[in-house]
């Protein structure tokens, strides 16, 4: 059964990429920016996920796996603040000045977040201590399911389940849905653009931070280059979805985890990252909406 | 100082031009070698900005993977000697007509995207590129690790092994290279290139075949940058697939656009400020990226034209920001 154990491998990883590509996709909704700071920001979630686990370690003799869970909050918050400082200071004051500016700033900003990283935790690889990790799993149709796995299943699907329905039901996300469209007439109906875009920098790297934790604690070790892969692959998924379009994002993240694993399994691991790159210049050239985008991709 | 400037500029350009032509002689010479490598990568950085200031100065086509074409030719040069052992002089020319080619193969089907998106495609094209040469294709590009052992270049019977004869080439190179890019700027395809970064489709509504100008755009530019990375083929000697990473292609984008889009001395100063003071602060390299990310941040609220822009474009870029003209705001772009 190496196809269901691929199989369960890919969603997992897809699920990865779903909570990071959220951040990536609705940045883009309501900015038109691609946030190239975003897989850094993942890379910090896995940092101060690390810092806090260990300090709750240094509190408590006996440690725990459900220690993750009031680290995943401060994940959230801290990187969530993160996020909307980065706006507020980096991409606000080009709001107006076309769109090469904005994009040399969000690099910029992610070449400051990984020379903050390298400095302060340096630059050999990082692991998340053991008292924490979750061992035990089960066995299903012969292929091996980890407890881990499904705990990140869970969380993932119910991120993305709150975070739909915010954004289609709640005013806020209404507002949301409206910037999106068009920022003049959003503050012409009275909509507080500034506040929801804050909001939407609330909330992308939020769950960018806490897959960041999440990724760290699959994989158990990390550095502060994982951001920028990452980071470009869910990009990737948020592009095969059709960026802007949040369910278009849980597509696209799951598909390409899917297609990625079974790639590695079936053809070759190496070429694995070819693969990814690959699916996102073919779904540029022939379908550059993505699979759920409906908007033309470009404006004359 | 205005007054200066403006004396400055009314003065025969051949004068200044020419000074500047003796101080880029003379400069090596009181220093030692280390010294005349850094100014040997300054040059050769200068020239990588200028090849891509074709593509994302003149036709304004963001390209984010440049570095897979220096990349590419510096792996041309290499292979070519290392298993045919043609002198490395003689693979120069070979190594624009590749990374020429490639340029052309890689772009051609990506030329109807805009903006971003062929920001996004270009990426994904440079590191393609860098995994093909990571994976070691059919086994001859050496893995990881690169190839090693390539000849040095050898002229009139004298190997050029010190830094300053491979400075002299660079400096040689880099004079063909304003000299072509400023011929090519004023050319018709020049003013055409100029015509399709400002309103595609009023360029392409008076007969300006859109596809074939971003095109060349895209093939010279390339074309240069393999040059370039022969040159570091020859004087290195050992090339790996780091040349083509995502780092460096944003560093020779942020050369080009730090410095001044559009602009040739404006490539200069962006390639002092990302390349050469990073070489020469040494220990503060651990911060040398947040620094540079602390710049690139500043610069675009600060300075978004860029530190030495070309007059054109500080103009667009600030009559676009502070004082819109009424008479574009009707018709003016949206969206």
Known sequence: ?300 | MRNLLSRFRSTNPLYWQGALLVLAILAPLPLGDYYRSVLWRTGLYAMLGLSLNIIVGYAGLFQLGHAAFYGVGAYTAGMLNIYFNIPLLLTLPLSVVVAALLGYLLTRPILHLRGDYLCIVTIAFGEVVRLVLVNNIFGITGGANGLSGIDRPVLFGLTLREPIYHYYIVVIFLIVTIFATQRLQESRLGRAWKYVREDEVAAEAMGIDTTRVKLLAFVLGSGWAGLAGALYAGKITVISPDQAKFMESVILFCIVVLGGTGSIPGAFVGTLGMVTLPELSRPLKAWRDGWLGLAMVTMMIARPEGLWPSRHFRREIRSEQEAPDPSLAVTGRSG
Not at chain 1, 2 to 26: S, W
Not at chain 1, 78 to 89: K, S
Not at chain 1, 154 to 175: C, D, E, K, N
């Open chain 1, 1 to 300: 059964m190496q196809f269901l154990q691929q199989m369960i491998n890919g969603v997992t990883i897809g699920a990865f990429y779903v909570l990071v590509a959220l951040g990536y996709t609705m940045v883009y909704g309501v900015l038109k920016l691609i946030n190239f700071a975003h897989g850094d920001l993942f890379m910090w979630g896995a940092y101060i996920g690390l810092t806090t686990l260990t300090g709750l370690l240094g509190l408590v003799a006996q440690g725990s796996a459900w220690f993750a869970i009031p680290a995943i909050i401060v994940v959230m918050l801290v990187v969530a603040l993160v996020g909307v400082l980065v706006e507020r200071i980096a991409y606000r004051p080009l709001r107006e000045a076309g769109r090469l500016a904005p994009v040399i700033s969000a690099l910029g900003v992610a070449f400051i977040l990984q020379s903050l990283a390298r400095n302060i935790y340096g630059a050999s690889y990082k692991t998340y201590p053991k008292e924490v990790a979750l061992g035990g799993g089960f066995t299903f149709g012969g292929a091996r399911v980890s407890l881990m796995q499904v705990i990140v299943l869970l969380v993932s699907f119910l991120l993305m389940a709150v975070l739909y329905l915010f954004v289609q039901r709640t005013r806020i996300g209404t507002a949301m849905r409206a910037v999106s469209l068009n920022h003049d007439v959003s503050r012409l109906m009275g909509i507080d653009v500034d506040r929801i875009i804050a909001i939407v920098f609330l909330i992308g790297p939020g769950l960018g931070g806490v897959a960041g934790m999440i990724v760290a604690l699959y994989y158990g070790s990390f550095d502060f280059t994982v951001g920028w892969v990452f980071g470009l692959k869910a990009f990737i998924a948020a592009i095969l979805g059709g960026i802007g379009n949040i369910p278009g994002a849980m597509l696209g993240g799951m598909l390409l985890g899917i297609v990625e694993t079974l790639g590695a399994g079936y053809l070759s691991p190496q070429w694995k990252d070819v693969i990814a790159y690959l699916i996102l210049i073919l779904i540029l050239i022939f379908r550059p909406t993505g699979l759920l985008g409906e908007r033309v991709a470009e404006k004359v």
